[in-house]
């Protein structure tokens, strides 16, 4: 890809591992803790697209608690590991290629940022705890918008800040949904599918497809 000013990555399911809070809470919860922390996800993903067709917002901090209440009732959880759950999903770790690969690009000297649906706090948090903070230009939170992704709003945020076209940004994300609200914006969307998953049919398909960033490197290269 050349031409490129900026790489810009979501943050949950492709730079941080949405399972691993529950993951370190695995011998708490036995062996529902898979399914428990997958319907956590899908819960949490399924309340940001509902409330924003509903225009009934609120941040994504609200909806993570909002969405573990629900799975911990369907799953049979005790109330007392609530706080333990929110604690650590606030420092999820990220997957174990990502330090390097981030490293590798600022030394290239491109413009790195996040784009994604946690608030300010969280993603500040969440950078921070991973010793990743230096490493970053901008973390872009929906918060300046109060819609979630994919609505082009979110994806207009980069483009306003930077002064650039969409073609001119490498947009990395894990999930399908996301991959397809960026590049039907216009951005060069990458699939990191990391579980060889099947990709959604929402009339655009990434040119690239890889299964971890440090494919990313090869792609990048000029």
């Known amino acids: 890809m050349k031409k490129i000013k900026a790489i810009i990555f979501d943050a949950y399911g492709t730079l941080f591992d949405v399972n691993s809070a529950a993951a370190k809470c695995k011998e708490k919860l036995g062996s529902k803790w898979e399914g428990f922390a997958n319907a956590w996800r899908t819960t949490q993903l399924e309340y940001t697209w509902l409330r924003s067709l509903m225009k009934k ?17 369907v799953f049979g959880i005790e109330s007392s590991l609530k706080n333990e759950l929110l604690n650590l999903y606030k420092i999820l770790s990220p997957y174990p290629e990502v330090k390097s690969v981030l490293t ?10 996040i784009l994604s649906n946690g608030t300010p706090k969280l993603l500040e948090e969440l950078v921070r705890s991973n010793n990743l903070n230096n490493l970053f230009d901008d973390l872009f939170s929906v918060e300046e ?13 980069p483009i306003k800040k930077y002064k650039i076209k969409p073609e001119e940004i490498t947009f990395l994300s894990a999930n399908t949904w996301d991959v397809s609200g960026g590049g ?3 951005y060069n969307s990458v699939w990191v599918n990391r579980n060889k998953s099947h990709f959604d049919n929402l009339d655009y398909y990434p040119k690239n497809e890889i299964g971890n960033l440090t494919q990313l490197l090869d792609i990048v290269k000029t």
Do not use: C, R
Not at 57 to 73: A, G, R
């Open 184 to 186: 039907n914006y216009g």
């Open 145 to 157: 918008v109060e819609i979630y992704k994919p609505d082009s709003k979110v994806y207009d945020l």
């Open 104 to 113: 590798n690009l600022k030394e290239k000297k491109f413009k790195l940022a």
């Open 57 to 73: 917002h609120k941040d994504f901090w609200q909806v993570t608690e909002d969405s573990l209440d629900k799975s911990m009732k």
